[in-house]
């Protein structure tokens, strides 16, 4: 057990130590990303889509100084045509410097318009020929605001795919349970992620979509 502990907390150090900022300022970074057409993780109904984190600034809220990251999607969707929008993610300033994977570990991590929970840590990910070592794997939840809906309705055309909706009876507001799990790398700009998976719960099924770095 102290082994464990002694290793796990070595893991984390180092994850802190490549996600200060102590030098750059993360303002302006951005990182593409790309959907990804394995029928594990994305509709059938979704021909194409492409979209990107981008850090847009430093502002103060109820829980201090927070960064906004959108992330800027659009979407092709059968019968549909160009779907698309912004989904903007509050995340504390800690996010870039030295303190909130230990703020992470200890808990949930709450902010102006969502939550933020440490799920795992993966030892390597290989991607586009690149292998990434010492990955955190952070669930993001309870995104509150307009931009919920831009999340439930990608998640309720995968369930009107699936055949548990019908176009009559297509909304949003069936979508529950929405969160997305992103593996993230302290060498990716923005948000730092490598693989995201949004997933929803329509009529009890569990419902997933995913995007990678491109």
């Known amino acids: 057990m102290v082994r464990a502990f002694l290793i796990f907390s070595f893991v984390l150090s180092f994850i802190t130590a490549g996600f200060s900022n102590d030098i750059v300022d993360p303002i302006g970074e951005k990182s593409d990303m790309v959907l990804i057409k394995d029928r594990a993780r994305t509709t059938s109904m979704i021909k194409k889509g492409h ?7 430093l502002f103060d809220s109820e829980k201090g100084e927070e960064y906004q990251i959108d992330y800027s999607f ?28 230990g703020q992470v570990r200890r808990g949930v991590v709450e902010t102006s318009n969502l939550k933020i929970k ?7 990910v290989e991607h586009n020929g690149i292998t990434y070592e010492e990955c955190p794997v952070l669930k993001i939840y309870d995104v509150k605001g307009k931009d919920e809906k831009n999340l439930k309705d990608l998640i309720a ?8 909706l019908n176009e009559k009876n297509l909304s949003s507001e069936e979508v529950q ?13 923005a948000l730092g992620v490598l693989k995201m998976n949004i997933t929803g719960k329509v009529r009890n099924y569990k419902i997933k979509m995913g995007f990678d770095l491109k």
């Open 51 to 57: 979209g990107f984190f981008e850090v847009k600034g």
């Open 177 to 189: 349970d929405l969160e997305a799990s992103i593996v993230t790398h302290s060498s990716v700009p």
């Open 118 to 124: 440490l799920e795992d840590i993966k030892e390597r």
């Open 157 to 164: 055309f995968r369930a009107l795919e699936l055949g548990i």
């Open 74 to 101: 659009k979407i092709n969707v059968s019968f549909y045509g160009d779907r698309g929008g912004v989904i903007t993610l509050m995340v504390p300033k800690s996010y870039f410097g030295d303190s909130f994977w």
